[in-house]
């Protein structure tokens, strides 16, 4: 069955630099969720998109923006890098007229040197 | 707001044996419950759901238990195998209908020894 697939895998970036990591939903999931999860935390919710448009907003810096696009996968742009960013972002998709669960992706690592 | 305790301390178990972990919560009582498996690097995977309005859900192995008025939920693997070692999260939802974001806890870590 399909996953829901994040890209890159793993990314390096230096502090004040920018990056965009990308999420591509299981097909027919009409609800993305960004979370961000530092070593050992627990993952923190920072936006997610129902049917393109954003439904809730939770701890996403103004640095970073998110948006979803036609085909419904999601892009987070993150600008003004910091040390702090250095975390595991995950994206997950639901369908919402279907089950309460999440699904989730395997996670973007962002190290920033 | 919502705040999620489970135990910091890894929970160290002889295979064959039953894990429990716990979550408690504070404040308002979540519409549902949910626990995930996450394995180091990884992403969460969803295992089971439970309602407020329910008291026990099974699925194989697993057996997931809610006390709104203790707060708590508590998440049994029966006969734990060393493949089950991995970290075990609940997640809390608040309400329902349009807004459905859960509320991770940090999870505890589950190590099954052979």
């Known amino acids: 069955a399909a996953g829901v697939i994040q890209s890159p895998r793993h990314l390096i970036k230096e502090k004040r630099e920018t990056a965009t990591l990308k999420c591509y939903p299981i097909p027919r999931h009409d609800t993305v969720y960004w979370y961000q999860q530092g070593p050992g935390q627990d993952p923190q919710f920072l936006i997610s998109?129902?049917?393109?448009?954003?439904?809730d907003k939770g701890s996403i810096p103004d640095r970073f923006s998110a948006q979803q696009f036609s085909d419904y996968h999601s892009e987070l742009n993150m600008s003004s890098l910091e040390l702090g960013d250095s975390a595991l972002y995950f994206c997950?998709?639901?369908?919402?007229?279907?089950?309460?669960?999440?699904?989730f992706g395997p996670g973007t690592r962002l190290t920033v040197l | 707001s919502q705040k999620i305790e489970q135990n910091s301390e890894a929970l160290n178990i002889q295979e064959g044996k039953t894990a429990t972990l716990t979550c408690n919560y504070t404040?308002?009582?979540?519409?549902?419950l949910q626990w995930y498996r996450q394995d180091p690097g990884r992403g969460p995977v969803f295992l089971l759901l439970?309602?407020?309005?329910?008291k026990e859900k099974r699925k194989e192995r697993l057996k997931v238990t809610f006390d709104t008025t203790l707060k708590q939920s508590l998440f049994h693997i029966t006969a734990s195998q060393p493949a089950d070692s991995a970290t075990y999260l609940c997640a809390l939802v608040i309400g329902s209908g349009g807004s459905y974001i859960p509320t991770f806890g940090r999870g505890t870590s589950l190590i099954v020894h052979p």
């Open positions: 998109f129902y049917e393109k448009m954003q439904s």
């Open positions: 997950a998709s639901r369908r919402v007229d279907f089950r309460s669960e999440q699904f």
């Open positions: 439970i309602r407020e309005n329910e």
């Open positions: 404040n308002y009582s979540p519409a549902y």
